[in-house]
């Protein structure tokens, strides 16, 4: 069974870092690209990142650009988001979610339960 | 960076049959794929690519696109179809990045 489980979010202020993380199971993880979209309280869905499975290729959203990093490690089967400089407009919930690697659309096919960030002071 | 445009919110009749649209000049190019939300829930995916359905999503949920809209329609719609609906789909614009609709509030009446 496919499982993502995301962690590491939490409480920060303005200004401040936290790191996300995204523990994989049930799947060849080092064959699948992986994203992170985050969806703010009672908003919409919103895009943040993608990494393809060799981390060769990076993408990310204008929004974030700069300030997040996003990474992997295929031994460890675990996807990360180095989250800098942190506003309160990036309060949402994470998630991460497998790329089936649609060339024609995007089709992201399994999704983690998500983890609250929260910017405030 | 491109858009995608969905109405706010939409409703259907148990049994009866929805369509809901969602536009942006990145469909042009690009299929939409189709995400249904629960409260407290993580997305699903319904639909992907010309007119795809992953495993365990019923056949009642079909896709087609024309020109720069995309549709997802539910035909015999269910009470447990009532949800948000997202779609999603490449940006034309240039970036290699993944957008997403506004969503659409689909309730079951």
């Known amino acids: 069974e496919v499982q993502l489980v995301e962690s590491g979010g939490g409480l920060v202020q303005p200004g401040g870092s936290l790191r996300l993380s995204c523990a994989a199971s049930g799947f060849t993880f080092s064959s699948y690209s992986m994203n992170w979209v985050r969806q703010a309280p009672g908003k919409g869905l919103e895009w943040v990142s993608y990494i393809s499975s060799s981390s060769s290729t990076i993408y990310y959203a204008d929004s974030v650009k700069g300030r997040f990093t996003i990474s992997r490690d295929n031994a460890k089967n675990s996807l990360y988001l180095q989250m800098n400089s942190l506003r309160a407009e990036d309060t949402a919930v994470y998630y991460c979610?497998?790329?089936?690697?649609?060339?024609?659309?995007?089709?992201?096919?399994?999704w983690g339960q998500g983890t609250l960030v929260t910017v405030s002071s | 960076s491109s858009e995608l445009t969905q109405d706010p919110a939409v409703s259907v009749a148990l049994g009866q049959t929805v369509r809901i649209t969602c536009q942006g000049d990145?469909?042009?190019?690009?299929?939409a794929s189709w995400y249904q939300q629960k409260p407290g829930q993580a997305p699903v995916l319904v639909i992907y690519g010309k007119n795809n359905r992953p495993s365990g999503i019923p056949d009642r949920f079909s896709g087609s696109s024309s020109g720069n809209t995309a549709s997802l329609t539910i035909t015999g719609a269910q009470a447990e179809d009532e949800a948000d609906y997202y779609c999603?789909?490449?940006?034309?614009?240039?970036?290699?990045?993944?957008?997403f609709g506004t969503g659409t509030k689909v309730t079951v009446l």
């Open positions: 979610a497998r790329d089936l690697g649609c060339s024609s659309t995007s089709c992201l096919d399994y």
């Open positions: 999603n789909s490449r940006d034309s614009s240039g970036n290699p990045n993944y957008v």
């Open positions: 990145s469909l042009r190019s690009y299929y």
